[in-house]
């Protein structure tokens, strides 16, 4: 029977024990491996110990999600939080219990934003939508402070011209029924570290194209990477230089 | 007794802990959006966080334990298909949610 550590005294390598330093080499290197199986799959790099991007006392961000599965919901909430918590002065998280309900909490969120700081993010992470007519009823000097608009409702992206009128800076949405999640996680993720708009929807898009792809060769008949994507690609309107730290 | 097979123990012990973070996944979300929420929204990302990492590391541990006792008490012919089939996939699961959990926390 298999009994106490020793070092290797067998000729035949299979009887032989692995010695204390080995295998602890061995079970380091299976987790490194694993994690970086993760990371490859996702197709991310990570960012360790990223800094907080300057100008943070001079921003804020509202986000709002509408009614979903509770999963959906938490998971929403537990991606975007702390993003928000880090790299915002001030934020506020709303979370529908119907559609509409969050109006009232939604344009008292918005409207101590607006008055408190110069740059106003908005985070609408809700199926089709139209919160563009809450923003509507603000007025002009306030919705000026409205910078970036982030949109994952589905068939959204002609809203963006309208934000832009409305005074924001730059919008990003998706053009038809679209798996916007898959996109959002990386946006977030590079917009927040600093990226330009332009760099991190670059960026997400084809890291969400490398998904539908993975997707599609697990199961071809359910998915068709081509057609998600083309449903899914985030675009921009307005500034898509705009980085997280750029003043209005 | 059982110390002597602990160390065959711990590779399907780990591999089966890793179910402990995924039922806390589809409990959880219940827990504050279901029917019956019970829990205050403003504490979601705290104790999501608290349990999902407290799982998460867990689960390593185990797999780092289990790794480290059957490559050191076992022969090698015993050792690395248990570890191939216990916790080579232990591993994989819970680094996928000690990456989920960093990537929640802004760590990586």
Request: hydrophobic share 45%; net charge positive; charged share 20%.
């Amino acid at each position: 029977m298999d009994g106490k550590a020793t070092t290797g005294v067998s000729h035949d390598a299979g009887l032989r024990y692995m010695s204390r330093r080995r295998a602890l080499a061995v079970t380091f290197m299976l987790a490194a491996l694993t994690n970086a199986l993760v990371f490859a799959f996702l197709g991310d790099t990570p960012f360790v110990f990223a800094r907080t991007t300057p100008g943070r006392s001079e921003r804020a961000a509202l986000a709002i999600r509408d009614r979903e599965h509770p999963f959906v919901q938490w998971g929403s909430r537990l991606f975007t939080e702390r993003y928000l918590s880090k790299y915002y002065a001030e934020y506020w998280y709303i979370t529908e219990t119907r559609r509409g309900a969050g109006k009232e909490a939604f344009t008292k969120a918005l409207k101590h934003a607006l008055d408190a700081y110069p740059n106003v993010d908005l985070y609408l992470l809700a199926h089709t939508n139209e919160y563009i007519d809450w923003v509507r009823s603000f007025p002009e000097s306030s919705r000026r402070r409205v910078r970036f608009v982030y949109n994952t409702g589905c068939f959204n992206e002609p809203q963006g011209p309208d934000w832009l009128a409305l005074g924001a800076e730059s919008y990003i949405g998706h053009p038809g029924q679209s798996e916007s999640p898959y996109f959002y996680v990386f946006l977030l993720r590079y917009w927040t570290r600093g990226a330009t708009l332009a760099e991190a929807l670059e960026i997400g898009n084809r890291r969400m194209e490398r998904i539908f792809r993975q997707l599609e060769f697990a199961s071809p008949k359910r998915f068709n990477a081509k057609a998600l994507m083309h449903e899914s690609v985030a675009s921009c309107v307005g500034n898509g230089t705009l980085r997280l730290e750029d003043m209005q | 007794m059982i110390r002597r097979y602990e160390h065959f123990i711990l590779g399907p012990l780990a591999l089966l802990f890793q179910a402990a973070p995924t039922a806390f996944i589809y409990l959880a979300p219940n827990l504050f959006y279901g029917v019956d929420a019970s829990l205050p929204e403003h504490l979601l990302w705290m104790m999501s966080m608290t349990g999902l990492a407290i799982l998460s590391l867990l689960g390593m541990t185990l797999c780092y334990f289990a790794s480290y006792l059957l490559l050191t008490r076992s022969r090698r012919l015993v050792a690395f298909p248990m570890v191939a089939l216990f916790c080579a996939p232990a591993f994989l699961i819970a680094a996928i949610y000690l990456t989920a959990t960093l990537m929640f926390m802004t760590w990586i």
